[in-house]
């Protein structure tokens, strides 16, 4: 099939070349020519594992077109996917702006029947305001679909090559865009995992209330972790313990400094602004925002408490950036608020991260902090570290190296990559998430954390 992909970022990237994988012919359209020019020279502007691969050879192949003509990409395409950016604003609403710019020129350009398909995380009604707009401004017959995506970072190319579901949305009755959405998917589910069909209203908070409930898990734990740590119990037992009941699962249970990304913050809060716009109070889903930006001050707490509340003239290293390991997306990362906050108390901060270190310092901390060449570099003579992110580097380190290099052997784990016993047999303060500060202490306790 012929496909044209607005919008070059990390869904519309995914998706234009997974597409391109399974024999599509695939236009990706941006109206920015230097990201085109650069995608052109097989420069990728994002890190997602597998993805440069595949781009590099559909590229080869000449299945995979990069352009800023969106004109001649609508024009010889059988579906248009919209894949641009939905920023939040500042009442947590999704700014739909590029989503409608793309859908008036798409339907300024189309001149046959052509499917638009709402590929971009949009609230509930988008696709009925997007289908008024594309009427006002062609003569030509066409469908809106939604098709909301369902990719995990560090791990996108595998879920679209392989998802568990492929959800789509269409007006009842539309059996062309169904047909038309059913052969382009076909290929990706030969396994027999489902194409879900249903009303476009249901597909586009399929998206929202997916990302709802990973977020409610995510926070829940973090919950119980603070209360673990107050009552003596040990968080990773209790998840252990939870986690092999089939009705709960493992997924997205294990405690840390709480969610981030592109989707999981953007998504609550916009499911939120729906429900208050609706007239409700959304209590949950209210209670898992604020969770979670509470565990990160938890964390910072557990840090200031350490000394008192004092870190001015301290010199901490960080290890990891980015708010998940495979990716280097730094929105939301829990590293940027750790690190503002022990800036502003007069903390020098050294860190290291395999992939984001680039995107910090254009994009976030700049200059502020100073970035290592490993891991190791961002512990030397540093009063404590701060494991931030599970890369799986940072699982196995050599500890006396690293004692060696430290001005003082403190960690403090976010992620709970380590164990407390033998973290004291290696000589070690060791702080982690949802285990109780006595068990975590290889030595004198120096203060008694605030949430205790």
């Known amino acids: 099939m012929k496909v044209c992909v607005v919008g070059t970022g990390y869904v519309g990237l995914v998706t234009g070349t997974c597409l391109a994988e399974m024999g599509n012919d695939v236009i990706c359209i941006d109206n920015n020519p230097e990201k085109i020019n650069a995608l052109n020279a097989g420069h990728v502007p994002i890190y997602e594992p597998g993805l440069e691969e595949l781009?590099?050879?559909?590229?080869s192949e000449k299945r995979l077109h990069f352009s800023t003509d969106l004109q001649s990409a609508v024009q010889t395409s059988d579906i248009c996917f919209i894949a641009v950016g939905t920023p939040q604003g500042d009442d947590g609403s999704a700014d739909l702006t590029a989503v409608f710019a793309v859908a008036k020129a798409i339907a300024q350009n189309m001149t046959r029947y052509t499917v638009l398909v709402t590929k971009s995380t949009v609230p509930v009604g988008t696709a009925d305001k997007v289908k008024a707009l594309v009427a006002e401004h062609t003569q030509y017959p066409f469908s809106v679909v939604s098709n909301p995506e369902f990719l995990k970072q560090g791990a996108a190319v595998e879920d679209f090559l392989k998802p568990d579901r492929v959800v789509i949305g269409t007006e009842p009755n539309d059996s062309a865009a169904l047909e038309a959405m059913n052969e382009l998917y076909s290929p990706f589910l030969r396994t027999g995992n489902p194409i879900i069909a249903m009303d476009i209203r249901s597909a586009e908070m399929t998206k929202y209330v997916a990302n709802a409930f990973l977020a409610t898990k995510i926070s829940f734990i973090n919950e119980m972790s603070q209360l673990c740590e107050v009552v003596g119990a040990d968080i990773n037992k209790v998840r252990v313990g939870i986690s092999t009941d089939q009705r709960i699962g493992s997924q997205f249970l294990f405690p840390g400094l709480g969610y981030g990304g592109s989707c999981f913050p953007k998504d609550v809060k916009a499911l939120i602004r729906t429900a208050h716009d609706a007239g409700m109070t959304p209590q949950i889903i209210d209670a898992?925002?604020?969770?979670?930006?509470?565990?990160?001050?938890?964390?910072?707490?557990?840090?200031?408490?350490?000394?008192?509340?004092?870190?001015?003239?301290?010199?901490?290293?960080?290890?990891?950036l980015a708010f998940k390991p495979r990716t280097d997306d730094l929105r939301e990362a829990p590293s940027i608020m750790l690190a503002e906050a022990l800036l502003e108390r007069g903390a020098t901060i050294l860190a290291f991260d395999p992939k984001a270190m680039d995107n910090c310092k254009a994009y976030y901390l700049g200059n502020r902090i100073t970035y290592t060449h490993s891991a190791y570099d961002a512990a030397e003579a540093v009063d404590a570290l701060l494991l931030i992110t599970e890369w799986n580097e940072f699982r196995r380190p050599n500890f006396e190296r690293l004692k060696a290099l430290m001005k003082h052997p403190v960690l403090f784990d976010g992620r709970n990559q380590h164990e407390p016993a033998r973290m004291a047999a290696r000589g070690f303060d060791y702080l982690s998430v949802g285990r109780a500060p006595e068990l975590a202490y290889s030595q004198a306790t120096p203060a008694t954390p605030s949430y205790v």
Do not use: E, M, P
């Open 55 to 59: 781009i590099r050879s559909n590229c």
């Open 288 to 320: 898992v925002d604020a969770t979670n930006k509470g565990q990160r001050q938890h964390f910072l707490d557990t840090v200031l408490a350490y000394y008192n509340g004092n870190v001015t003239g301290k010199t901490f290293g960080f290890w990891g």
